[in-house]
């Protein structure tokens, strides 16, 4: 099943899932933020917000993961149009309707590409270039992943994210995300981590078909925050395990500081019929199928 990757009408906007192909964590700063080097791929699924003129409220949400998300000023949706305001000054009375489609709290970074989309959107309506360094600097601001999440095309993040390098040479990956339905706090992962010195990522081979990449992905790779996410959200390992043992799966992995595990299958059918299965063996695990990666 795939759901959400229409492309935006005028005034819309589309929050892709993040998904990190491969975390090394190879240090940590001063502030205690840590330094990564990450292969970052976005899928077909995602969340929608729209602009909305003469809104009765600042930000509506609904969707499957809408409920009890807080719709005040601490959403990052509204944290991202105060950012734009401090730079461009007062906005024109809008509002933002934000359906979200993607679990919270689930290290597909929901909540950064929502700031992000956000930070589109008004970009767009007030005219300020996507590359102005008031923009970068107020996505860098509101989190870590939300550069990334800012040019939403496959890419290689370094430093604690900002350093960004697109990698127009992903190939498309046919995928099943599975989340066992818990939400993982980032820092409590982060905290957890055994070492903080891992090694950087390898060179990336030229030009990779899918399998060619799941394999160097299993390799030479690794996402070191999934043994403390694991040790956090002990049925994250359920979920590796079942996506990994799905028929025509090359890589099961978790994204981020988890709980959402990615699979990559052989072909878009292999991941639906795993997706299907999986979803009727954990009926309270959102699970699905989508197409993530290309250039
Ligand atoms: C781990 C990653 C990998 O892509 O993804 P998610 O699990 O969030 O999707 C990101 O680095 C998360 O980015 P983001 O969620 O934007 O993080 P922020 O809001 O900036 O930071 C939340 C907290 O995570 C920790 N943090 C985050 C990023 C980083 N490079 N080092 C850190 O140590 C810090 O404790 C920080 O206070
Ligand atoms: N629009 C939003 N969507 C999701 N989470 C949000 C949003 N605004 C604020 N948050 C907060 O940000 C935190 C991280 O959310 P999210 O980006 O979904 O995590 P992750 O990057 O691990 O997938 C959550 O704890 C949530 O309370």
């Known amino acids: 099943m795939t759901d ?9 906007g589309f929050a ?12 940590r700063r001063a502030d205690g933020y840590h330094e990564l080097d990450s292969l970052v791929v976005f899928a077909e699924i ?38 734009v305001a401090a730079f461009a000054g007062p906005l024109p009375p809008l509002g933002f309707r934000l359906t979200k489609r993607l679990p919270v709290a689930s290290g597909i970074g929901g909540g950064s590409a929502d700031a992000a989309a956000a930070l589109r959107l008004l970009a767009g309506r007030l005219a300020i270039p996507l590359d102005d360094p008031r923009l970068t600097a107020a996505a860098q601001r509101l989190g870590a992943d939300v550069p990334m999440c800012l040019l939403s095309r496959s890419l290689h993040a370094s430093g604690i994210g900002e350093r960004i390098v697109p990698w127009p040479e992903a190939p498309r990956l046919a995928m099943v ?5 818990v939400g993982v706090a980032t820092p409590a992962v982060f905290r957890r981590l055994a070492r903080r010195d891992g090694t950087p990522l390898p060179t990336l081979p030229p030009r990779p078909n899918a399998d060619r990449l799941a394999a160097f992905l299993r390799a030479e790779t690794r996402n070191d925050l999934e043994a403390p996410a694991i040790e956090e959200a002990p049925v994250i390992a359920e979920a590796l395990e079942r996506v990994g043992a799905a028929e025509g799966c090359r890589l099961a992995r978790m994204s981020g500081s988890g709980a959402t595990v990615f ?24 699970v699905v199928a989508t197409q993530a990666g290309g250039g």
């Open 4 to 12: 959400g990757g229409s492309a935006p009408a005028a005034g819309a």
């Open 263 to 286: 699979g990559i299958f052989a072909d878009s059918d292999a991941a639906d019929r795993a997706a299907q299965r999986i979803a009727t063996e954990r009926p309270d695990w959102w």
């Open 46 to 83: 995602g969340d929608s917000l729209a602009l909305v003129d003469e809104a009765p409220a600042a930000l509506a949400i609904d969707g499957p993961f809408g409920s009890g998300l807080d719709d005040g000023p601490d959403n990052l949706v509204l944290r991202a149009r105060d950012a």
């Open 177 to 181: 995300l599975a989340n066992p339905g």
């Open 16 to 27: 892709a899932a993040k998904i990190n192909l491969a975390l090394h964590v190879t240090g």
